[in-house]
């Protein structure tokens, strides 16, 4: 009979924790001569133009996994997006 791999879980780390690697993550970039926007919200929404809207909206239309997109903008809330940026037609979240 074969043995069974188990996968392992990995560790809890606490929302305190989470912002302080992405402040370290921040300050290494930047030290290297990058710059990062971090992603900052007030309140419950997270686009205010039409345009932010609506690139919500068409995001939530392709929702493949039921999880996915709302752990996004839970880390988006949270403050662990620390830039979203896109280049050369490439969507580039850190």
């Known amino acids: 009979m ?3 791999i188990i996968p392992e879980w990995q560790p809890y780390v606490s929302m305190g924790e989470r ?3 992405a402040g370290r993550r921040l300050a290494s970039v930047v030290r290297k001569g990058g710059s990062l926007d971090p992603v900052r919200i007030t309140g419950r929404t997270i686009a205010r133009s039409f345009w932010g809207k ?3 909206d068409h995001l939530l239309s392709y929702s ?3 999880n996915r997109l709302p752990r996004g903008q839970h880390y988006v809330r949270n ?3 620390i830039d979203c940026g896109s280049a050369r037609a490439r969507s580039r979240p850190w």
Do not use: I, N
């Open 2 to 4: 074969r043995a069974r």
């Open 19 to 21: 912002r302080e690697q």
């Open 54 to 56: 609506a690139w919500c």
């Open 64 to 66: 493949d996994y039921a």
């Open 79 to 81: 403050g662990s997006v």
